[in-house]
């Protein structure tokens, strides 16, 4: 018997790689098809979990700049306003660095059909009769700078503002339906008196004496509501997890029913198939080297649909607006922040990816060619 | 030489179906000589030839290839061995629809591994030799019955086994190319390979190129017969 010099593992692999790819390109139609779906399906989970990652992340980086802890006065559990001599009271608490009330507020546009937020900011650069809005206010109301800004007034009657600015957005996320003017044109249009604020922010230095510091105003204060950045981080994480979970959800259907096809298509062999795993057999290929070709051929299929598809994934999400996705997933108010989000491509949610996708399909190829190509390889004789 | 000593294959042993595919076979197959295994349908040919290129296992009995015993060898190693000895050429062919001739003629190789460039020059050079040299890019449906069969031959011989086992060789060929195929099969005995045939086709077992014959029934050997 002559001994030809032992292959060696990557000749082999070579090989068998090599096989697999004109085997794939024999049944095109059906691998395809197979692909072009399983990319589908790849891209749209991928969209969900990309998108709501990168706004999370988002979120967070906005909600660093935020205040450690916000006081609102409660009135019979509802927010009220809260009295200004509360901002010295507070910020001779231990702990507190900083004191300072806030004015902001909800305004209904009827004619944009949206809510807008005014806000009057530390400082505002503008002059009073002045406001600086938010792109989104920008697009919704066509207004440009110099134009002017009417608003309907607490007492009813329209006051004329003038667009100083669009504001510089580094994140529209939330800048978007932003109204940014004065401190007296504020109080003017919502009908609030001096000495009166939305809520007080504070700075707390110490992140771990923000919950001691909302203790004391809690028991110092009791018709007031602290409330922490870390609650205000809750909230907006519950609020992207409900809303990409609703999306899932909805998206499982499609998923199971994939699943099913690519079960099907990858653990049924045809007739074809079992004849050809018998021929190799039977011209000297081992049991193991036959579930090589097919581990190639699931991986093969499987590793450039996930590929494909995360590729899309990441286009739709970060270089797109996102047009399959934004309409579910951002934006509360009927004015839509369009912004770029900041790519963010977390390993964790693209091994997820991988483990949910290419690992079951994989498998799925190789039980039954194991089962085909543990019988005998007279069979083939036979057939 | 490969030896068989009190051989039997039984199929579905135990179950009322059972089937005694080859039974009591002691046969010895010289080296460099053309054996042909003939008989009617269900006289055990196939079966024992399977037997023969390590393809099955018998349910008793040995076999030895050369000195060898290969009975008792697990599966990884029974295949290094069918694949390295023997070469087949069945009744159907068996080349792999949608692949070309020279990548059906390449396949026994690809678990073997080796430089790509050298397994495509000895591939194109046995189609060369079978006179399918022109067909190697030609995909395996588009052959006919006689280039498919010389492309099996190429297949068979890729790996350069010592042993050719074919299994009703002539059963898709017409006369003409069945006596081109026996010329075939004389050539690589005089290269010093030996060939194992089943056949019921006399063309094959009549032949005078044909060193010994096997006359086979209800899978025993018959004795006497010519």
């Known amino acids: 018997m002559k001994r030809p010099r032992p292959p060696t593992w990557l000749e082999r692999q070579r090989y068998l790689l090599d096989f697999t790819l004109s085997s794939l390109g024999r049944r095109k139609g059906k691998n395809l098809a197979l692909a072009a779906l399983y990319t589908l399906v790849v891209f749209a989970l991928a969209s969900v979990l990309l998108y709501t990652q990168a706004l999370r992340s988002e979120a967070m980086r906005i909600l660093e700049g935020a205040p450690d802890l916000v006081v609102q006065r409660v009135v019979a559990g509802r927010h009220d306003l809260i009295p200004g001599d509360r901002v010295e009271r507070l910020s001779k608490i231990r702990g507190v660095q900083e004191a300072r009330g806030r004015l902001w507020g909800y305004y209904y546009d009827a004619s944009a059909r949206a809510n807008l937020t005014f806000l009057v900011p530390d400082r505002f650069w503008g002059k009073p009769g002045e406001v600086v809005i938010g792109e989104g206010v920008a697009r919704t109301r066509l207004a440009v700078p110099g134009e002017p800004f009417p608003v309907l007034a607490a007492d009813g009657e329209v006051v004329v503002l003038k667009v100083r600015e669009t504001i510089p957005s580094f994140s529209e996320l939330v800048s978007s339906d932003l109204v940014l003017l004065s401190e007296p044109d504020f109080r003017r249009l919502f009908g609030i008196p001096p000495g009166l604020f939305t809520d007080i922010a504070l700075t707390v230095p110490n992140g771990k004496e923000v919950s001691t510091v909302a203790a004391k105003i809690r028991g110092q204060m009791p018709d007031t509501r602290p409330i922490t950045r870390a609650e205000i981080t809750r909230t907006y994480e519950a609020i992207l997890d409900w809303r990409s979970g609703l999306v899932v959800l909805v998206l499982a259907a499609a998923l199971l029913s994939f699943g099913i096809v690519a079960w099907d298509k990858a653990s049924g062999l045809s007739a074809d198939e079992r004849r050809e795993i018998g021929v190799l057999k039977a011209i000297g290929w081992d049991t193991s080297e036959v579930l090589a070709m097919k581990v190639w051929e699931g991986a093969v299929i499987s590793l450039s649909a996930f590929l494909a598809g995360l590729l899309l994934a990441y286009f739709h999400v970060f270089v797109t607006p996102a047009p399959l996705l934004a309409p579910v997933l951002k934006g509360w108010s009927t004015i839509y922040p369009e912004f770029r989000l900041t790519p963010v491509l977390n390993p964790f949610i693209v091994s997820t990816l991988f483990l949910l996708t290419v690992v079951p399909y994989t498998v799925a190829t190789v039980v039954p060619a194991w089962r085909a190509a543990t019988t005998d390889p007279d069979e083939v004789m036979r057939s | ?226």
């Not at chain 2, 199929?11 to 009617?40: C, K, M, S, Y």
């Not at chain 2, 001739?101 to 396949?107: D, R, S, T």
Request: glycine share 8%.
């Open chain 2, 1 to 226: 030489m490969i030896r068989l000593q009190d051989v039997r294959r039984v199929f579905h042993q135990g179950r009322p179906d059972e089937l005694v595919a080859v039974d009591d076979v002691t046969l010895d197959i010289a080296d460099a000589r053309i054996t042909v295994l003939r008989g009617p349908s269900g006289s055990g040919k196939t079966s024992l030839l399977a037997l023969v290129g390590c393809m099955a296992r018998p349910t008793s009995g040995r076999i030895h290839v050369g000195d060898r015993e290969v009975t008792s060898l697990p599966e990884h190693f029974l295949t290094e061995v069918r694949r390295l000895t023997f070469g087949f050429v069945f009744q159907q062919f068996h080349l792999v629809r949608g692949l070309t001739a020279l990548e059906n003629v390449m396949l026994p190789a690809y678990p073997l591994g080796g430089s790509r460039k050298a397994l495509v020059a000895r591939a194109q050079a046995l189609l060369d030799r079978f006179g399918v040299g022109a067909r190697a890019h030609a995909r395996a449906d588009w052959l006919s019955g006689g280039e498919a069969q010389r492309v099996a031959i190429a297949r068979a011989l890729v790996n350069d086994p010592r042993v050719v086992v074919a299994d009703e060789p002539t059963a898709h060929l017409d006369s003409k190319l069945s006596a081109g195929f026996m010329d075939l099969v004389a050539a690589l005995r005089d290269e010093g390979r030996t060939v194992v045939m089943a056949s019921h086709d006399a063309i094959v077992y009549d032949s005078p190129l044909v060193d010994h014959v096997v006359s086979m029934r209800d899978g025993r050997i018959v004795r006497g017969e010519p």
